[in-house]
C-alpha cells in the first residue's frame, strides 16, 4: 500500500537532502509520458525536490545516451517503456544487463555480482537450478536496482474479417499478411 510518510522517512534515513532530482521525459508518447507525470507527482509527494524536464522524444533519446552529472546536462531519472516480452525473461532483459562495461541501457548499471548470477542463470541445465539461481538473481536485482518496473500495459490492435494471417504477437508485425474478396 501507498504510504507517502513511510516513504519520506526512507528517504531521510537513506541521506535525502532537498538535493535536485532531474526527471527527463517526453509526452509524444503516451504511456511514457504517464508514466512520468506519475512518478514526477509521487516523488513529490515524498518531498523530494523534482526538476521535471520535458521535450520531444528524439531530445530524449539523445539526451538519455549522456553521462554526463544533471548540472551538465544529464539527468537523474528517466522513464521508459518496452515490451514485455522481451522483459518477460533474464536472457533477453537488457535492462538487467549489469555487465560493468558502460555500454549497456541507458544509466549503464554495473552489478557484477547480479551479472554473474544473470549468466549461471542461463547456464543452468535443470529446473531446479535455474529456479535457485534466478530467485538469488531476483534478489540481487533489488539490492542495486537497475531499472524500477513500474507496471505493464498492452497496446490492442485490430483487423477487419479480410484480412487473413495475422500474427499474435506482442507487437503488430506487417508480414504473412493476406487480403481475401
Known amino acids: 500500500q501507498k504510504n507517502v ?3 519520506r522517512r526512507l ?3 537513506a541521506g535525502y537532502k532537498g538535493e535536485r532530482i532531474v526527471v527527463v521525459g517526453s509526452q509524444e508518447l503516451p504511456a511514457q509520458g504517464m508514466m ?3 512518478l514526477v507527482d509521487s516523488l513529490r509527494s515524498i518531498g523530494m525536490n523534482v526538476d521535471y524536464q520535458q521535450m520531444d522524444f528524439a ?3 539523445a539526451r538519455r ?5 544533471p548540472e551538465q546536462g544529464g539527468w537523474n531519472v528517466a522513464v521508459s517503456a518496452i515490451n514485455g516480452v522481451t522483459l518477460s525473461q533474464p536472457a533477453t532483459n537488457f535492462v538487467v544487463d549489469t555487465e560493468c562495461s558502460g555500454k549497456t541501457y541507458f544509466g ?3 552489478d557484477e555480482r547480479a551479472q ?4 549461471e542463470y542461463m547456464e543452468a541445465a535443470d529446473p531446479a537450478q535455474q529456479r535457485a539461481k534466478l530467485e538469488a538473481l531476483s534478489r540481487a536485482l533489488w539490492e542495486s536496482l537497475p531499472a524500477i518496473l513500474v507496471g505493464q500495459y498492452y497496446s490492442p490492435f485490430g483487423w477487419r474479417r479480410e484480412i487473413k494471417g495475422m500474427l499474435r504477437t506482442a507487437n503488430v508485425v506487417f ?3 493476406e487480403k481475401t474478396q
Open 65 to 69: 545516451l549522456s553521462k554526463n552529472r
Open 11 to 13: 528517504m531521510a534515513e
Open 5 to 7: 510518510e513511510a516513504a
Open 36 to 38: 512520468a507525470d506519475v
Open 59 to 61: 531530445t530524449l533519446v
Open 175 to 177: 508480414w504473412n499478411l
Open 116 to 119: 554473474r548470477l544473470r549468466a
Open 108 to 110: 549503464w548499471p554495473c
